[in-house]
């Protein structure tokens, strides 16, 4: 089609230049014509960037003559270009006080939608929104709240910002007063005496058209979106994709009548047992995403975990371990369970040493229950503790084994007590447990550090019985057989918890679980050690890390590799990464920290909700100056991103990072094209020359053909310029035609804000061009059949409405 255009229009709207203008301005035009078809080969090619085709556009219009310097600058201080870049900055205020999240809510339930109803949505929102307030504010209000939509509907930004562009510009013209085009229209109606248009008189045929465009988006048009992520977009989820934290992801349920219910997420175990972290829970509909370590669980709580699933299933069910009778041990118990008290005295071996160095357990067979300070004092962190003289020590083991102690005169002051005199030195007793290892169990032919039995649940294996032989206090590198007999020591609550975990079961995982972990208040990122660090060599125990910075340690990143288990007392190294989740304010906070190294800053920002009813306060007041006629936009916008700043809703530094400067180059280097295009009367000559072919065939050519030349126009030329130029065409022609004026430049308004087919054709093309990673070819594919649904639209129904 286009190509027939080109050939039966073209050489006539030369000759015609050539009648009436002569041959200087005939070389204009192909010169005109030359650089606009180089720069369309350009941009569709995509060979370079596009803000950089549109600097030689505007080099090459300069230097040819066909604008003046001052014409070629003229853009960089266009009102449209200072409103795109004002809009970034109002954009950003509004998303980093917490108003867009607010704003976006509504369109949040849709987020687990099919994408047809996505788009639906967000093109029913965009368009009623734009016939109320400015086309460029709504696509820069909901342009934060369409990339938070992608995120938690797992869609790349690129299958949703073009649809929120088209429902934005679809919706533009539904009021007299809702784009420029309508209001220049009405205006120039009445200069030329006829009667302007009512402020609903551009609704019909605008909401025929917001229907059939959306309606071509759901069923065909989102096929034409590309999948493309943008570099904002990737940011956020590089570190959860380098670390395959979507592919560690899984469900759990709490079961009724579970042991687990009430317990703390401490107290579970999950984390200190099986190296999980539970990152959220869904209670009653509701997400708590990074739970801390007090959080009670309830009665059928989904637990969201991050971890190796295997890890849970080792103690699941009756599989791995079976609760036994005590009988079946018969009096070999008590031959384990004798206890002695005793002091560390001066030169004992036992004396600076930790109770993992003094090898009690490994070479003594003798299990440490508890240890109380020289001064009476409690001890936080028996595992780090030092002995030292006057620490008093509950052992318990066979009796050969604590003789063994007092013979080699480990301790001092040594007493035999009985279990309740134990229980008042604990201020627990301590109860037994009977387990079997069945055949498949996931703890054979491990050992008793690698089956964290004892370690991380606070669990004792104090015997093992083995066909006929009976292992007292084995040690920590005995191996467990299938077939064994165990018997487990600790606190009642401690063996309820691994009756607990036994019941739960690992659920399939859901599609884009990862996109609901994060929020404005929690987030997800990746730090490294600092080459300035005093941590090295140590562990994130012995940092008390969970405690001290509030975050979770998800995966540390170590040769090429993410690691999961183990990562509690892995000593740190010189560039290890670690993968932390938690509350934003957190990262803040180890963002300060000079032993770390942030890599996304931006996951560090925390909302000023504070700020958020000044950030409504100016938005509001840019919208009402603007609509109301009282400023221009462009003014009102710089003065709200002004504003913005000035109130501490947005730093400067982010004020200048919130803008694309891309976007911001590309507009002012292309605007002059249309300045080039109206000194040369191009559009005008096209006009006159279709017109005269189609003059003959009836209200509904001229229509279409009064609809092409504009579109094209708008795809260049601003819409307020082209509207001026071609309002004189369509009276003209409507008085030479004997046909109605309204029906033309009813055409020409509606036409001139279909711009859907270029990023330059409008600011909210612009606006979303960055975030959602588009290229040029992208807005032609989706945007030519759009438009050529409004001129057929427009060819069938504005003769009905405005009959010739």
Not at 154 to 163: A, D, E, F, Q
Not at 505 to 529: K, P
Not at 753 to 766: E, G, T
């Amino acid at each position: 089609m286009s190509s027939d255009l080109s050939e039966s229009v073209l050489p006539m709207v030369l000759h015609m230049i050539m009648e009436e203008r002569g041959f200087a301005v005939t070389v204009q035009v192909i010169m005109l014509l030359a650089i606009v078809a180089a720069a369309l080969v350009v941009f569709i090619g995509g060979w370079i960037s596009v803000d950089l085709v549109g600097l030689l556009v505007l080099s090459a219009l300069a230097l040819t003559g066909l604008i003046t310097t001052e014409e070629a600058l003229a853009g960089f201080s266009s009102p449209a270009v200072v409103t795109v870049w004002a809009m970034f900055i109002l954009s950003a205020g509004l998303t980093r006080t917490g108003v867009a999240h607010q704003i976006g809510k509504p369109l949040q339930r849709f987020a687990r939608s099919s994408e047809a109803l996505l788009v639906a949505a967000i093109m029913t929102a965009a368009s009623i929104l734009s016939a109320l307030i400015n086309t460029v504010t709504v696509a820069a209000i909901l342009l934060p709240a369409i990339m938070e939509l992608a995120r938690r509907s797992g869609r790349p930004p690129s299958r949703l910002l073009l649809p929120l562009a088209l429902g934005c510009l679809l919706g533009g013209p539904f009021t007299g007063i809702s784009t420029p085009p309508n209001i220049l229209v009405t205006d120039m109606a009445r200069d030329a005496g006829l009667e302007p248009f009512a402020i609903f008189d551009f609704t019909p045929i605008t909401g025929a058209i917001v229907l059939a465009g959306i309606l071509f988006m759901v069923l065909f048009g989102r096929r034409l979106l590309p999948v493309r992520s943008s570099a904002a977009s990737a940011i956020g989820s590089s570190a959860g994709s380098t670390y395959q934290m979507e592919a560690h992801l899984f469900t759990t349920k709490i079961p009724a009548n579970s042991p687990l219910i009430g317990c703390t997420l401490a107290e579970s175990r999950l984390g200190s047992a099986l190296y999980l972290s539970v990152v959220a829970i869904q209670r009653n509909g509701q997400m708590i995403l990074a739970p801390g370590p007090t959080e009670r669980l309830q009665v059928n709580d989904r637990l969201i975990v991050h971890g190796q699933p295997e890890h849970l299933q080792r103690f699941q069910g009756s599989h791995h371990l079976q609760v036994a009778s005590m009988g079946e041990l018969g009096d070999r118990v008590d031959q384990c369970l004798q206890m002695i008290t005793g002091q560390v005295h001066k030169g004992s071996p036992l004396e600076g040493k930790t109770l993992a160095e003094s090898e009690l357990r490994r070479e003594h067979r003798v299990h440490v229950m508890s240890v109380v300070a020289h001064a009476q004092r409690p001890i936080s962190d028996v595992r780090g503790h030092r002995l030292v003289e006057g620490d008093r020590l509950l052992l318990q083991g066979s009796g050969p084994a604590l003789e063994k102690i007092s013979e080699l005169g480990l301790l001092e002051q040594i007493n035999y007590i009985t279990i309740d005199d134990a229980a008042a030195l604990t201020f627990e007793r301590p109860h037994l447990m009977c387990v079997g290892v069945p055949e498949g169990s996931v703890l054979a032919d491990r050992d008793l550090v690698e089956g964290r039995l004892g370690h991380a649940f606070g669990l004792t294996v104090v015997g093992i019985l083995r066909g006929n032989e009976w292992v007292c206090v084995p040690s920590p590198h005995e191996k467990i057989v299938a077939g064994d007999l165990m018997l487990l020591q600790g606190s009642f609550k401690d063996l309820e918890v691994l009756e607990g975990l036994q019941d739960l079961e690992v659920n399939a995982q859901s599609e884009g679980l990862m996109a609901e972990l994060e929020s404005q208040q929690i987030g997800v990122t990746e730090m490294l050690l600092s080459p300035r660090t005093t941590l090295v060599g140590r562990t994130l125990a012995d940092l008390r890390f969970r405690e001290h910075y509030g975050l979770s340690v998800l995966a540390l990143w170590r040769k090429g590799r993410p690691r999961r288990t183990g990562l509690q007392d892995m000593p740190l190294k010189f560039g290890d990464a670690l993968l932390v989740y938690g509350q934003r304010q957190s990262l803040e906070a180890v963002a300060k920290d000079p032993d770390f190294l942030v890599l996304d800053q931006s996951a560090t920002q925390v909302p000023k909700l504070n700020k958020a009813p000044l950030a409504i306060l100016i938005m509001l007041t840019v919208l009402v100056s603007a609509i109301s006629g009282l400023v221009p936009i462009s003014i009102a916008a710089i003065a709200g991103a002004s504003l913005m700043v000035l109130s501490g809703c947005l730093s400067i530094e982010a004020a200048y990072r919130a803008i694309d400067w891309r976007v911001v180059f590309l507009t002012a280097s292309m605007l002059p094209l249309g300045v080039a295009v109206q000194k040369t009367g191009v559009a005008q000559i096209a006009a006159q020359s279709l017109i005269a072919m189609v003059g003959d065939m009836g209200p509904r050519w001229i229509v279409a053909a009064l609809f092409t030349v504009t579109v094209l126009g708008t795809q260049v030329i601003p819409t307020a310029a082209l509207v001026v130029l071609m309002v004189p065409v369509a009276l003209n022609t409507a008085s030479t035609l004997g046909i109605s004026p309204h029906l033309l430049m009813m055409t020409i308004a509606i036409s001139a804000s279909a711009s859907f087919a270029s990023p330059v054709s409008h600011p909210a093309h612009l606006l979303i061009m960055g975030p959602g990673g588009y290229q040029f070819m992208d807005y032609v594919k989706v945007g030519v059949p759009v438009t050529i649904i409004a001129l057929l639209m427009s060819v069938w129904l504005l003769p009905i409405f405005w009959p010739a």
